[in-house]
């Protein structure tokens, strides 16, 4: 069974960036039928897309968050990572890893826990 | 950006009520549209993809209907364990979108 698991520092500084890594198990990251993706969620809100990466290393970004963010892709070690620049307090948010169909805006069949990043001095 | 708007917000039933769960998108998607269930503190679940696929494993009294703007999720018969917040998202087109979402509480 496919698993998904987020790790990284539960708290960020202002104007730092957050490191976020996914790893998967249970299956293969470099399967040729699916993208990976990382969507967040602010406390209380709803969810937002940020972006996914297929195997080869191809990138996908919301525009509105583009000019801060990189995704990357391990295969070897079966992760993929996000890293978030000038992070601020609107950050804030539970972040997921989701293995996604269809395409790399498609739907997200498979999700890690998620984990808390907090953007605080 | 498509935008996607659910409706109602919120919602409370009883054990055994038929739920419906309405979802527009700001323009046609085809029937690219999935629905999604969370509960609290826990990652969402796919329910339905495309509209109307089950997802492997999901009860059959959860269903979904509709194209082009406007889609339907439906509960034939709520459970204890369905009271949560549901939430459509967009497959049609880069990004990805979802609504606002729906919380489903018990009458």
């Known amino acids: 069974q496919l698993q998904l698991q987020e790790s990284g520092p539960g708290l960020v500084k202002p104007s730092e960036t957050l490191s976020l890594t996914c790893t998967v198990s249970?299956?293969?990251?470099?399967?040729?039928?699916?993208?990976w993706g990382w969507i967040r969620q602010p406390p209380g809100k709803g969810l937002e897309w940020i972006g996914s990466?297929?195997?080869?290393?191809?990138?996908y970004y919301k525009s509105s968050l583009k000019s801060r963010v990189t995704i990357s892709v391990d295969t070897s070690k079966k992760q993929f990572s996000l890293k978030m620049s000038s992070v601020t307090a609107a950050d804030t948010a539970v972040y997921y890893c989701?293995?996604?169909?269809?395409?790399?805006?498609?739907?997200?069949?498979?999700w890690g826990q998620g984990t808390l990043a907090t953007v605080s001095s | 950006d498509i935008q996607m708007t659910q409706s109602p917000s919120s919602l409370s039933a009883s054990v055994g009520d038929r739920v419906t769960i309405t979802c527009r998108a700001s323009?046609?998607?085809?029937?690219?549209l999935n629905w999604y269930q969370q509960k609290p503190g826990k990652a969402p679940k796919l329910l339905i993809y495309v509209a109307s696929s089950l997802q492997s494993g999901v009860p059959s009294r959860f269903s979904g209907s509709g194209s082009g703007t406007d889609f339907t999720l439906t509960i034939s018969s709520l459970q204890p364990e369905d009271f949560a917040t549901y939430y459509c998202?967009?497959?049609?087109?880069?990004?990805?979108?979802f609504g606002q979402g729906t919380k489903v509480e018990i009458k």
């Open positions: 998202q967009q497959s049609y087109s880069t990004p990805p979108a």
């Open positions: 989701a293995r996604t169909g269809g395409s790399w805006y498609g739907w997200f069949d498979s």
């Open positions: 323009q046609s998607i085809s029937r690219y």
């Open positions: 249970g299956g293969s990251i470099s399967s040729g039928n699916y993208y």
């Open positions: 990466i297929y195997y080869t290393g191809s990138t």
